[in-house]
């Protein structure tokens, strides 16, 4: 029954409604069918990955589009944010405008929301209690015009909740044409796509482009002070560094990625150039999967792809805030980075000789995408080569190419 439910968790079964009741009913009447549809799929999501990993390289090196497949809404909408650079220039017009609108003051950013949601908008404002722990934190009624806001929420987190909704609220027309577009194909990733762009705003607000941008520079990238400066979270800092990207007033091209403990990859981006994995099984020599032994430190890695391609790369772990005692914790890593080239402009690359290639990290997208033979973290075979186990020879793992005392490739190992 486990093994069926990750085969129907697939976006592909999304609309046929099957429960865990009828997986049950086909367990105990057909066990055989069941195994069989379990087959399958792995044969299916095994053909699926090797075409995506092959179109990826042949996307990379000939610059055609990606082949169409079925996609989650989280999918459709990272693929969308990537093609746009992450860069919304309407967003952020609209960010300025509030700022004279509204009369906003850096020191006193919440009462002046509040105060032109309630006078301007007319919306009633409560904070308060909704549901506990793991309730909403977030509650907008528009027949009544009330807006709620967890009280669990911290002062930065209110003023970003506040903001998202000023921005659904009065960015209608644009956010309309904004979702609007082709690539998203379907009614959730539409309003997926709604939420992220009005958070994009609230970023926009909280940490506006010309001031942020100037400071960012002035502070040499130091994600902490740039926090403390604007009253904004770890994430919301490295997030608004990836959308510097306006013409002529541009910043570091960044990438960047959150992950959870899993290694599920929950939202990236780049403008690095550098590669990501679409989903999980991203290489596990990556620092931002090491910043989980450090909790709360910001770690720094010199990244080398298999092309020998260099990127300097920043890591630390984001908690996210428990409602209480039986909120069971969340802990999710943020990886930043940039070619190192762009590097010397970051406070984090003192003490770093990034001319050392050698002695940067060799990482790859995914054990499947890298050639690299020598890895003991390899996890799975490359698709690059034919697997080719020697009874007589072990090497760091079943995947790995071990070499002899002589420094040659172990026996039937060669070519």
């Known amino acids: 029954v486990v093994a069926l439910s990750e085969v129907y968790s697939d976006g592909l079964f ?33 053909a699926r990955e090797s075409a995506d990993s092959l179109a990826g390289q042949v996307y990379d ?12 809404p989280s999918e ?18 609209a960010a300025r405008a509030l700022w004279e609108e509204a009369a906003l003051d850096e020191d006193e950013l919440y009462h002046g929301l509040v105060r032109y949601v309630t006078r301007h908008l007319g919306l009633q404002l409560e904070v308060t209690r909704l549901g506990g722990p793991g309730g909403a934190l977030r509650h907008f009624d528009p027949e009544r015009g009330r807006l709620r806001l967890s009280s669990m929420l911290s002062p930065a ?16 027309e644009q956010l309309d044409v904004l979702v609007g577009q082709p690539e998203l194909t379907s009614e959730p990733s539409r309003r997926l796509c709604r939420v992220v762009l ?25 994600l902490e002070l740039l926090g403390h400066r604007f009253g904004a979270s770890f994430e919301q800092v490295c997030h ?29 981006f780049t403008a690095s150039g550098i590669r990501f994995a679409r989903f999980s099984g991203a290489c596990p020599r990556w620092n931002v999967f090491g910043a989980f032994q450090t909790p709360g430190v910001i770690r720094t890695q010199v990244s080398v792809m298999p092309d020998g391609e260099p990127y300097f790369c920043v890591a630390c772990t984001v908690p996210k805030s428990r409602g209480g005692y039986h909120e069971p914790a969340t802990i999710q890593a943020i990886g930043l980075g940039c070619q190192v080239a762009d590097a010397r402009e970051m406070v984090y690359s003192e003490g770093i000789d990034l001319d050392d290639l050698d002695g940067g990290v060799p990482v790859g997208v995914t054990c499947r995408l890298c050639p690299r033979r020598d890895c003991g973290q390899r996890a799975f075979p490359s698709i690059r080569d034919p697997l080719v186990i020697d009874e007589n ?23």
């Not at 009005?198 to 130091?222: I, K, L, S, T």
């Open 198 to 222: 009005a958070n994009y705003f609230a970023g926009a607000v909280v940490m506006p482009y010309a001031r942020f941008g100037q400071a960012a520079r002035d502070e040499r990238y130091d």
């Open 393 to 415: 020879v072990r090497g760091p793992s079943f995947y790995t190419q071990p070499v002899d005392v002589d420094g040659d490739l172990a026996p039937g190992r060669r070519g």
């Open 61 to 72: 090196t000939q610059q055609i589009p990606e082949p169409t497949r079925s996609q989650l």
């Open 240 to 268: 608004r560094l990836t959308s510097l990207r306006r013409p002529g007033a541009e910043g570091i091209p960044f990438h960047m990625i959150r992950v959870d403990m899993a290694g599920n990859i929950s939202k990236r």
């Open 157 to 172: 987190s209110r003023v970003f909740q506040l903001l998202a909704q000023i921005g659904l609220s009065t960015l209608r």
């Open 76 to 93: 459709e909408v990272s693929d969308y944010i990537q093609r746009r650079g992450n860069y919304f220039p309407e967003l952020e017009e």
């Open 14 to 46: 999304s609309e046929h409604g099957i429960d865990s009741a009828q997986m049950h009913e086909l367990v105990s009447t057909s066990p055989a069918i069941a195994r069989s549809i379990v087959t399958l799929y792995r044969a299916f999501r095994g």
